[in-house]
């Protein structure tokens, strides 16, 4: 059985796709949400709560939450979860200084 | 009210929901000569259940991780083939926020679900669908617990990170640890297994045991037996410990999940001291304790609703699907959590009966299969309930309602004090279930700690905290566009 652990992608999905988030470049496959794309780089918060600037990302990864907001190319508010990444698209985190810990690049932990 | 505004489409059948209830409606209404109007959030068609990689993207999926993929694949054949004769219109990546009764059937108003992605919205923003008749179709999500820790990222729900996985090809991380209860935190954890993520634990809060008083309504769905088997071969293979009895008590971590606390519990769920154990290195949490079904829509149009056996709040309906309101048909999880196969079942009839004359005497050809799964689904909800005294496992700075970050201690205190027993009520005293997701998240937690401890939420307290006078977020521009006349 192929297994395609954290970070790639199924076997015989074409075109890579660079996206930015808060500025940083982002490769992933193409046919990722945004959240996927965030997540697979290690990323996994990326905004902060408006009471406790307590950091959110994927939860629900349905779009009934609406946790894991994103700006997308200027658009406020769009669930991340459920964009999907086009070559050049702009994220900005949600609200808050969106300035997480970025984990260890394979995707490590604290 | 009615309103006139641009890009109205009449039609004889809408159905609302592109997963398995709403495919097999929306076939079957336009097999028996209906013209049909689909509606869906997503922008292609499978629901949650079968969600699958961007088809842009990967053109022919070959149903992978998937179960029932052959049922799909004919689903969707003739979903396809009716969209071809143009007998149905399909609108996809639209999410309905308002659904409204009308003398001459139904008026269904859309927005895009994201106004971001041009793979959306290609019906345009304010778009309505007229109906003579309304198949409803929303399907559900995972209902969750609260936990101390179960906010912090990389924590999520069990069906997110299989929609993950399915839609993505992709894990969300490495290391996993699944809780709740029920038969679903299986495929969950072997679909983790099978894309080459580790699952330290699955924790059942429930027991084996509790399925032996329902042998009889198990063994009449064989078919699920099968399924177990080909689970139970997959934890084997990748030995995956799977835990009765045990609870996650906290998740552990400061900007992210790093680790989950556990416990054994009694049968009333309380926790046995001395039986803590802790998991490190952890990248996911997820939870799921049973489905809470998207009963919005069909509660603004003012359904007769019930309590099902888990506790969740579902519309009645007739052996036709029909609800109390005429005309207005309810198929898969709103009717009762039950499955896809149940879904599928209960949408072909769906779909027949509102594409017939009301008093059309054509019996519902699955009726025996659909009675056999409902038998099964009780079953299920009897031997995975919400633990009794899930309540005690919250400490008082839990936060229970994300998006207000509303905490157990200012909701029992709201119910003490100053007596919101319901979940209306401790809307307005605490802010729970006034964000972003309307209390979709913490509805029923929210509902249970109101009416006290050990208690499970009653039917009025559930409708006040389902009942949306919007079921999605909608620009303000959408709202002006109400035009009200006099009528």
């Known amino acids: 059985m192929s297994a395609y652990p954290s970070g790639t992608s199924l076997s015989g999905t074409p075109d890579e796709v660079t996206i930015s988030f808060d500025g940083r470049q982002i490769t992933t496959a193409a046919g990722q949400s945004v959240g996927s794309a965030l997540v697979t780089n290690g990323i996994t918060a990326w905004r902060d709560t408006r009471k406790q600037a307590r950091p959110r990302g994927l939860f629900c990864g349905i779009g009934v939450c609406f946790d894991c907001l994103v700006a997308v190319d200027g658009e406020p508010n769009q669930r991340a979860c459920l964009v999907e990444v086009r070559e050049g698209m702009e994220i900005k985190g949600s609200c808050g200084p969106s300035v997480h810990p970025l984990a260890e690049p394979e995707g490590g932990r604290e | ?487």
Request: charged share 20%.
């Open chain 2, 1 to 487: 009210m009615s309103a006139t505004v641009p890009g109205t489409v009449e039609t004889g059948v809408a159905v609302v929901g592109a997963g398995p209830a709403g495919l097999a409606a929306a076939v079957s209404a336009a097999e028996a000569g209906a013209a049909v109007v689909v509606v869906d959030a997503c922008p292609q068609p499978g629901g949650q259940f079968w969600r699958h990689r961007p088809e842009t993207v990967e053109p022919n999926p070959d149903g992978k991780g998937h179960h029932g993929w052959r049922t799909y694949r004919d689903l969707r054949a003739r979903f396809d083939a009716g969209r071809h004769t143009g007998r149905i219109k399909y609108l996809p990546g639209q999410q309905v926020w308002m659904a409204e009764k009308t003398d001459g059937g139904f008026v269904v108003r859309m927005t895009p679900t994201v106004t971001a992605d041009p793979a959306y919205g290609t019906a345009g923003s304010g778009s309505t669908v007229v109906a003579r008749r309304l198949v409803l179709c929303p399907g559900g999500y995972d209902r969750q617990l609260p936990v101390p820790g179960w906010d912090l990222p990389g924590v999520m729900a069990a069906g997110g990170i299989q929609a993950f996985i399915k839609a993505n090809g992709a894990l969300p991380g490495k290391r996993f640890v699944i809780a709740g209860t029920g038969p679903f935190l299986l495929p969950v954890a072997a679909g983790i297994a099978q894309a080459g993520g580790q699952v330290l634990a699955v924790l059942e809060s429930s027991s084996p045991k509790a399925w032996l008083p329902h042998l009889k309504a198990a063994a009449s769905v064989p078919e699920k037996a099968v399924e177990g088997v080909e689970y139970a071969a997959v934890f084997a293979r990748h030995r995956i410990p799977y835990r009765i009895r045990t609870i996650a008590t906290e998740v552990l971590g400061d900007a992210r999940a790093s680790g989950v606390r556990t416990a054994k519990v009694d049968a009333d769920g309380r926790v046995r001291p001395g039986t803590e154990r802790v998991y490190t290195d952890v990248d996911v949490v997820g939870f799921g304790w049973g489905f809470t079904p998207q009963m919005e829509l069909p509660l603004s149009l003012g359904v007769e609703t019930r309590l099902d056996a888990d506790s969740s709040l579902v519309g009645v309906v007739t052996e036709r699907q029909e609800s109390s309101i005429p005309g207005l048909f309810l198929a898969g999880e709103v009717t009762g959590v039950g499955g896809a196969s149940l879904a599928v079942l209960e949408g072909l009839t769906a779909g027949a009966s509102a594409a017939a004359e009301p008093d059309s005497a054509a019996g519902p050809p699955g009726f025996r299969a659909m009675a056999r799964h409902r038998r099964f689904a009780e079953a299920m909800h009897r031997a995975h309930p919400i633990p009794d005294v899930w309540q005690d496992w919250l400490t008082p700075d839990t936060t229970v309602c994300r998006c207000e970050e509303v905490t157990a201690g200012e909701i029992t205190e709201a119910r003490e004090n100053l007596g919101a027993r319901d979940a209306r009520t401790l809307k307005s005293f605490t802010r729970a279930g006034m964000g972003w997701c309307q209390g979709r998240v913490c509805g029923f937690a929210a509902a249970c700690l109101g009416s006290g401890p050990g208690a499970l939420p009653t039917v009025a307290s559930l409708s006040a905290a389902a009942k949306r006078p919007l079921a999605a977020p909608v620009g303000i521009g959408e709202l002006a566009d109400l035009i009200p006349t006099d009528d």
